[in-house]
């Protein structure tokens, strides 16, 4: 039996990155061009499976294809210790055999650091400084890719401040964040970490329908067999242009008859249950579950029409526009509707329309 390709796991990179190619792009144009380049400070922004942590693994792939020295971390772990430890580790044939030595003495309290061999006191910043000048010398970039961002977290503010420094130092460096709409916004708020007001932010929406629809033919026939096209269509149609989804459906559409060579139609009407609970559970919850009152009634006042004005949410819900739009304004912000014109607006996401029907319904019974 061949082997599935679709990979409906979080952090995965796929086998084919859909409809997100031009941004890979860019950024690495960033990354190959000189200190400096606006591009080497990047946000991405987006729900819950959009394609947010799989962006930043994958530009740091090619970056390291291209020389560079790349740290992941994760907002609120141990940041600011976690990024000196990963330089260390694939920098050890760079660096010299003393910073090796210095820094694997290190600890880290906050911003301030201290050395278990010593009674020296230094900053994070001071130390990163040094292995970036060291590496920068030997002609190595370094990327720091940080997920999860979070305005609570204090390293990460000492990180941007520190990387705002090497910035104007025109030092070889780059940094990616991924965040959630909500966290980014109140990461934005802060005055300490301004900076991050200039970096370029790529809010990742849905996808292009006939990208999804190539990468899940390339994606199956990477692993021996094929789709046809009316399969292909419908498929991807059914994704809605969500990044996860397209892995949900690709999974099962390929267990449904794995014998056979070629999936068709009947296959992926036959994944569409599977993928659509998957979904639910991994996505839809949680983000129903992070919405107040007043966004879950403006949600359920949109499932009556496919497009919705302010007007008359307004009128069903008994508030005032003004405040209809506040509510719209934020759940804009977070992706989850999409403007439709004149005012009017529409869910991102027909399948989230669906579970908000269901799951509202179930709660005004109960
Ligand atoms: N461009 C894409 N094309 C096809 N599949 C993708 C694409 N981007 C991501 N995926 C798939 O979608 C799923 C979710 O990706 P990822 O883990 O990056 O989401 P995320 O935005 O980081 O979610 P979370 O906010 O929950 O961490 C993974 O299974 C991944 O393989
Ligand atoms: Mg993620």
């Known amino acids: 039996m061949k082997k599935n390709p679709f990979k409906p796991t979080f952090g995965s990179i796929p086998f084919a990155m859909a409809g997100r190619e031009s941004i890979i792009e860019e950024i690495i144009d960033g990354l190959d061009n000189a200190p400096g380049d606006p591009n080497r400070a990047s946000i991405f922004v987006g729900e819950r499976g959009t394609g947010k942590t799989v962006m930043m693994a994958r530009i740091s792939e090619i970056a390291e294809q291209k020389g560079w020295i790349s740290a992941h971390v994760t907002s609120g772990r141990d940041l600011l210790e976690e990024i000196v430890v990963q330089v260390r580790e694939k920098a050890s044939h760079i660096l010299s055999p003393e910073t090796i030595r210095r820094i694997s003495g290190l600890q880290i309290a906050g911003s301030a650091i201290s050395f278990s061999f010593s009674e020296e006191r230094t900053t994070w910043r001071s130390e990163m400084t040094r292995l970036v000048k060291e590496l920068n010398e030997s002609g190595t970039g370094l990327l720091i890719t940080v997920d999860e961002v979070s305005a609570k977290d204090e390293s990460l503010k000492v990180l941007i401040d520190t990387f705002q420094h090497f910035v104007r130092e025109r030092r070889d460096v780059a940094i990616m964040m991924a965040g959630l709409p909500s966290n980014v916004s109140s990461l934005l708020m802060d005055e300490r970490v301004s900076f991050v007001r200039r970096a370029f932010r790529h809010d990742l929406r849905a996808i292009e329908i006939p990208e999804v629809a190539y990468a899940l033919r390339d994606t199956v026939r990477s692993s021996g067999r094929d789709i046809d096209d009316d399969a292909m269509w419908y498929a991807a149609e059914l994704t809605e242009g969500f990044a996860f989804m397209i892995q949900l459906i690709g999974c099962h559409m ?85 403007s439709a014109g004149r005012g009017k607006v529409s869910y991102a996401q027909k399948s989230f329309m669906e579970y908000v029907e269901r799951i509202h319904s179930r709660t005004q019974q109960a």
């Open 254 to 338: 390929w267990r449904q008859n794995p014998d056979n060579r070629i999936i068709n139609k009947a296959d992926v009407e036959g994944a569409m249950e599977f993928a659509k609970k998957h979904m639910e559970s991994a996505v839809f919850e949680d983000m129903y579950l992070e919405l107040t009152e007043r966004e879950k009634e403006f949600l359920f006042a949109m499932t009556f029409e496919n497009e919705t004005t302010t007007i008359s949410i307004s009128d069903r819900l008994g508030i005032s526009p003004n405040n209809v739009t506040h509510i719209k304004k934020r759940l804009l912000e977070r992706g989850i509707i999409v």
